[in-house]
């Protein structure tokens, strides 16, 4: 599991990548329109990750790391966070 998680972060990273570089160097009109639209919506989906997922982040000792980690990677980082021990209850 965890070489699909650092795959899919390294492949989430690569198509920020070309974000950028369609930023920079704008590449013909139908492809440019689609990777800005592509961009976008990606990142409109990671924001909400952050918001959604900023409950679980309260343990955590470099809380804004993680949050910066999620907006780049995505779900790729919230599923490679350890889950906290829940404490068993006496009934």
């Known amino acids: 599991m965890k070489f699909f998680l650092g795959l899919g972060k390294v492949l989430t990273i690569a198509f920020w990548g070309v974000v950028l570089f369609n930023q920079m160097a704008p590449q013909p009109l139908p492809l440019n329109l689609l990777i800005n639209?592509?961009?976008g919506l990606l990142l409109c989906l990671h924001v909400l990750e952050v918001l959604f997922?900023?409950?679980?982040?309260?343990?955590r000792s470099h809380r804004w790391f993680d949050r910066l980690q999620i907006l780049?990677?995505?779900?790729?980082h919230v599923m490679s966070i350890p889950r906290a021990q829940e404490t068993p209850r006496n009934a």
């Open 37 to 39: 639209a592509a961009g």
């Open 53 to 59: 997922f900023n409950g679980s982040l309260r343990g």
């Open 72 to 76: 780049l990677t995505g779900i790729f």
